[in-house]
């Protein structure tokens, strides 16, 4: 894809698992690429990849939590871009069962998911959308969860619905300025940190299937769908969020067992 040639993508939270792929992706298609995350060791790593492939990358570290570290950011590239072409708000985090969440009071703890998470995608996307207004096809994509469409633990889903209700909403907003606003929904995806970020059962086989494809997804996956919304291809879409799930949130999961002639077969682990 020759469409980020020449064109230059930020990618938040680009130093590792689905942001790296992301990068690394734009990078291969010619993007210049800026990574923003919090871990300088890890993002030197990244621009070194980027480098080695012939790319052209920089790294710049800060919390993405903190808004004047994202204002003075902003700031800063207004002096030295004359255009961002794409915006990739990918970085956020989870909360386990445990640890720290369970010393946390509740005003501490929805900031810890809602700062990271739902108030980096906003401060991001409305601090560089003059930026992305100079490009001839700006474009911001977010990184959701399917999480959106399941409880659980820890508040994460509501702070991925947050951004699936901001993806709607700036795309209203930005689309006077020439932006196109859409998002990626990802399933279960097997990371370079953690390839079994799934529930398994006791002897290592899947408590539920990742996927109907009976296997994780990969950051690759995710980052083709990233560059198919963020590229003219995609001119006329905007507002959307796509599901990258390996058709998981189509099922029935009583229904599992009926889908292949062997329904332990589903269940199980991948070699």
């Given amino acids: 894809m020759s ?3 020449d064109k230059t993508a930020l990618v938040t939270g680009g130093n590792s698992g689905i942001g ?17 995350a919090r871990d300088p060791e890890k993002g030197a790593r990244v621009v070194a990849e980027v480098e080695a492939m012939g790319g052209m990358a920089e790294f710049h570290a800060l919390d993405l939590a903190e808004a004047n570290q994202v204002t003075a950011l902003a700031d800063r590239l207004t002096s030295s871009l004359g255009s961002l ?9 989870g909360m386990s069962r445990g640890g720290v969440t369970r010393q946390m009071g ?12 739902l108030d ?9 959308l003059p930026l992305l207004a100079k490009s001839d096809q700006g474009a911001i994509v977010n990184i959701s969860s399917t999480a959106t469409w399941h409880g659980n633990w820890g508040l994460y889903c509501a702070a991925k619905a947050g951004i699936e209700g901001l993806t709607r909403a700036f795309a209203a907003e930005a689309a006077s300025h020439g932006v196109r ?15 079994t970020s799934h529930p398994a059962g006791p002897k290592g086989e899947w408590a539920l299937p990742p996927s ?27 507002g959307q969020t796509l599901i990258v799930d390996g058709g998981m949130m189509v099922i029935d999961y009583p229904s599992l067992p009926a889908l292949t002639e062997n329904g332990d077969k589903l269940r199980s682990r991948p070699e």
């Fill in 3 to 5: 469409h980020f040639r």
């Fill in 20 to 36: 790296r792929g992301i990068a690394l992706r734009l990078a291969k298609a010619g993007a210049r690429l800026i990574i923003v």
């Fill in 85 to 93: 072409d794409l915006l990739v708000n990918n970085a956020g985090v």
């Fill in 106 to 117: 509740p005003v501490e703890r929805w900031k810890a998911l809602r700062g990271p998470n």
């Fill in 120 to 128: 980096a995608t906003y401060m991001m996307s409305a601090t560089l």
């Fill in 181 to 195: 606003v859409n998002g990626v929904s990802p399933g279960w995806i097997a990371t370079e940190n953690d390839a």
């Fill in 212 to 238: 109907l494809f009976n296997r994780m997804g990969t950051p690759d996956e995710i980052a083709a769908a990233v560059l198919f919304l963020g590229a003219p291809d995609a001119s006329f879409i905007t």
